[in-house]
């Protein structure tokens, strides 16, 4: 583990609208090469709707400016997220990893949360980078500790290796969120047996996916959250398009219907389980 510079402040005070989006990139390249409105546009889209309120997740150092450029025209509606995504450190070299670690560890004072952070072993991402992976995992979880953040996870196919880590490890005071949760109740009770977030995306709409469905149907509701993880993961009906944050609504209406709930219901409870778990209370 590395030694940190930590800039120590006390609990943010965190305004959050209405309804909330657990998870999404809304810093995303891909908005800015639809235009210089294209994102404003799905944000305003998805506040007419209710959802006032876009926790980010982290990619590299690139990510986190484009996310304060964002913040700064969208006050009181983002919250910032930093972290070291496994896609960016199977990416670059060992080096650059401890450099951009060594950047972020000042920053995390601006933040509501530390992610996206974790494992994805899937091979066409993995390629030479398990082990930094693993180690860029381990010195993220040391931060959230030092930090007092809640993570954000990020983990495929790497659910027993992530397991062992924080058997290891421990899991840090605030918890966190495991961000787009899409396997059986088995894995989920793993996670939820420490203290952890289940944050439910666009896969639970998809008809075909009936394990997630069970395992959603078993899950505490009071353990749940809704993301969109926009542009990316959408329900079928934006398959065509990037993936906008007002498809948060199709999330609900699909969980709902596994919960035999309204919508506006587990909107209500998820984005009360966001506060909870993102202001600490």
Known sequence: MRAFQIESRGPQLIGFGHWVDAHAHLADERWEALGPAAVDAVIS?????????????????????????????????????????????????????????????????????LGEMGLDFRPH????????????????????EATGKPMVLHLVQAHDEAQHIFDIWGVPPAKGMVHSFNGSFAKAEDFLKKGLFLSIGGPVCRPDNKRLHQAVKEIPLEALLLETDSPDQPPPRFKEVLNPPASLLDVARAIGELKSLDPSEILDICSGNFRRLFSGN
């Not at 876009?54 to 450029?69: I, S, T």
């Not at 670059?92 to 509501?112: F, G, R, V, Y």
Request: hydrophobic share 40%; with cysteine.
């Open 125 to 144: 991402i993995m390629l030479e980078s398990k082990d930094l992976q693993i180690s860029m995992f381990e010195n993220q979880i040391e931060l959230a």
């Open 45 to 113: 889209e998805a506040i007419k709707l209710g959802v006032g309120y876009f926790m980010q997740g982290g990619v590299g150092p690139a990510d986190w400016q484009r996310q304060k450029n964002l913040k700064e025209r969208h006050s009181g509606l983002i919250g910032l997220c930093f972290g070291l995504h496994p896609y960016w450190v199977a990416a670059h070299t060992k080096s650059d990893c401890e450099n951009a670690l060594d950047i972020l560890a000042p920053l995390l004072s601006e933040t509501q949360g």
